[in-house]
């Protein structure tokens, strides 16, 4: 008798359970240098109305710039400069802008040229303050400069 009460308890299964999930709405990467900002770029270089130009370069291009400017600043530990990263950043972004009429469409990414655009200041300027930095710090260590403590 005991085995037709076990059978019949082995027979049962248990209820599956399901859970239930939600589908979540992926995130879009946002980018802060997309094709919009490229877009807008070409824009900026096909027009000669001063007023559109500020607008599409408000709107469309000063934010990536900005943030393009920190990103290789600080990525590239460019640090060796008398003014703050902040007014450093802002020479960054004045340079781009000024060579912004000599990214061609069709030539390549425009990320691409101005993270080059921006690499290259810096390198230039950094260099020549990273230099002027080692020469005042080995003048500070010559022997006229040092004092002997007892």
Same mark, same amino acid.
């Given at each position: 008798m005991s085995t037709a009460v076990?059978?019949?308890?082995?027979t049962k299964k248990p209820k599956p359970v399901v859970k239930k999930t939600r589908k979540r709405k992926k995130k879009g990467k946002n980018y802060y240098f @997309?094709?919009?900002t490229e877009k807008a770029i070409i824009r900026y270089n096909k027009t000669d109305d001063a007023g559109l130009k500020n607008i599409i370069y408000n709107e469309h291009i000063a934010k990536a710039f900005d943030k393009l400017a920190e990103n290789i600043i600080h990525t590239f530990k460019f640090y060796y400069f008398d003014v703050s990263s902040e007014e450093v950043k802002h020479e960054v972004v004045s340079f781009m802008v000024? @060579?912004?009429?000599k990214f061609k469409e069709g030539k390549g990414k425009a990320f691409s040229y101005f993270s080059i655009v921006a690499k290259n200041y810096l390198?230039?300027?950094?260099?020549k303050n990273y230099?002027?930095?080692e020469e005042h710090t080995s003048?500070?260590?010559s022997p006229m400069y040092l004092v002997c403590r007892l």
């Open positions: 076990t059978s019949s308890i082995a @997309n094709q919009g000024m @060579n912004m009429h390198i230039l300027h950094n260099n230099k002027r930095s003048e500070l260590q």
